[in-house]
Every structure is written in C-alpha cells, then in structure tokens.
C-alpha cells in the first residue's frame, strides 16, 4: 500500500466538514511490555469506548502481532505503534555521528515493517530523534536539514508500507530538536512529503507553548491527533492545561481528530516509577480512562 492509496482511505473524512473526534489509550495506562497474554487489554479498551490504541514496540518486545492484528481489528480498533521500550541510544537518523544516523534508518525501518505485520495505521514519536538526546550547545546549521533528509526516507519507507509516519514534538528535558509545534512544522516544511503528520502533547506542551491554542492552530493542517495528558501526567482536567483553549483550536479542525489518553501505570501493579512518575496518578487503568473520557466528552 502506497501514500496514493492512504489518501484514498481518507477521501470519506475530508468530505465531511469539521472535526471527527476519535477517543483512545495508550498501552502504558495498563502495562509496560506487550504481550501475547494482554489481548484482553484491548476488549476492556473497547468497553470503555476506545476506537484506538497504541502499542509500545521495541527491542525487548516480543508478541505474535497476526495475532494482535487480528482481535484488533475484530473489534473495531484502529491500532498505532510508537518506539517507546528498548530503543538504543545510537539509532538515532539527528545524531552528528554519520554510523549512527544509518543505525538509526535501519532501526526505524524494522520497526515500522513490524507495524505493518500488526496492522498499525501510523508509527508516531520522536523518530526524528531520540527521547534522551538533549545537548547542550548551539545548534548546528546542519542539523534540521540533515534530520529533515533521514526522516523523508523514513516517511517514504513507512508510506510504502502502508503506515503514516507521525512526529511529536516532546519537552526540552526529553529532546533539543523539535520542542514546539512551530519546530515540528518546520521540519514538516523540509521534509515535504504528504505522508508524514504531526501529533501534539499536552504534557510536553506545558513546559514549551506559551498559548496552545496557536500551537494546536499552526498544526492543523498536517495534525494526525493529541496525546491528551494533563500536567502532571494525570488524568485529565484539574490541572495546568487549558483544555478550552484545546478544544476551541480543534474544533477548527476538517477530519479525523485523535484524542490517545496517555500515562504509566501507577500502584503496586505499576511500572511508572521505571518512567520517573512517583506520584500514584493511575493506580486503576479503568478508572483512569473512564474520567478521562469523560472529561474530554464534556470538552467537546
């Protein structure tokens, strides 16, 4: 499947006229590694009204994906993949060292062939970087236009493969390179490929959008969903996030607007503590995602 049949796909959503909300989940609200034994995962997602979800891949996952693939889809799930477990540090297509952006070209291409092998319909993250990869210095003059030439291949790859490639702009303490939605079009502009999206996170924008309304504007035309997390990870809705301001900028949106709720599992079951979360934000994945749909209905 190429990029000509992906927009095919989409010929129904854009006839119709102004934003289609879609509500989804991370894997991480529940667990940590996918396995074969989390298929049931996806049947408590759906009861709770999920039509997305996403999957963690990386190098210390392993699962039957057909077998994913097919209970996803006999659910009515649209699944998306992101690089969020083992992922070296060296695969990385921004890095200054030439070895390791080829590492990287060759790590993400695994990984989106194996998002094709589940289904997946994008592969969404910081794939232009790396989370962790956070120098402090002046930017080089070649770095954007050399990351923007390894993500058009990338985009290219992921387009024959049937998948969209989705980019997210992610927090100062995470990444240097693209930090904001402005940053995130911009590399967008030197990919120029219509395949390639943008995702937006309201965590991550705390720290680096002075007005999110702008942010989420700007990002219109090429926006694939948001991550909708409050500011402290939880939840959302009592936090620092402006939700009004959100749902204003996206309701100005024409398709398909995906809402993913995201955090670590929390508790004496939970992992977050392995992802720097210490505060027990979601001991109970469905009550998290219960109040978090029903927060977000209400925004809408």
């Not at 062939?113 to 589940?118: D, G, K, V």
């Not at 990870?233 to 709720?261: N, Q």
Request: glycine fraction near 8%.
């Amino acid at each position: 499947m190429n990029i000509e049949t992906l927009e095919k796909q989409n010929v129904g959503s854009v006839s119709k006229k102004g934003p289609q909300f879609q509500l989804g989940a991370h894997q991480f609200i529940w667990t940590n590694h996918w396995t074969d034994e989390d298929l049931g995962i996806l049947d408590q997602a759906r009861e709770l009204g999920c039509t997305l979800f996403e999957v963690s891949l990386g190098d210390d996952v392993a699962f039957d994906r057909e077998r994913t693939r097919r209970h996803a889809e006999s659910l009515g799930i649209e699944l998306t993949v992101g690089p969020g477990n083992k992922w070296p540090m060296e695969c990385n297509i921004s890095s200054d060292d030439p070895h390791h952006r080829e590492l990287g070209l060759q790590w993400h291409k695994r990984v989106i062939e194996q998002a094709a092998e589940l289904g997946a319909v994008a592969y969404c993250g910081a794939n232009y970087s790396h989370p962790g990869h956070v120098l402090g210095r002046v930017e080089p003059e070649d770095e954007l236009p050399r990351t923007a030439e390894n993500l058009r291949i990338l985009t290219e790859f992921a387009s024959d493969c049937g998948l969209r490639l989705v980019i997210e702009p992610m927090s100062r303490f995470r990444v240097h390179l693209v930090t904001t939605a402005t940053r995130a079009m911009e590399l967008v502009g030197l990919v120029n490929h219509p395949n390639l999206l943008v995702n937006l996170d309201t965590y991550h924008m705390i720290t680096e959008e002075r007005d999110y309304g702008a942010a989420i504007r700007s990002a219109l035309p090429v926006l694939w969903g948001l991550h909708a997390c409050e500011s402290d990870r939880g939840c959302p809705g009592g936090g620092l996030v402006p939700w009004p301001d959100v749902f204003a900028a996206l309701k100005e949106a024409d398709g398909p607007v995906r809402l993913m709720l995201e955090t670590y599992r929390t508790g004496p079951q939970g992992f977050a503590i392995q992802r720097g979360i210490t505060q027990n934000l979601c001991p109970d994945p469905e009550a998290f995602v219960r109040q978090g749909f029903a927060f977000l209905k209400e925004c809408m």
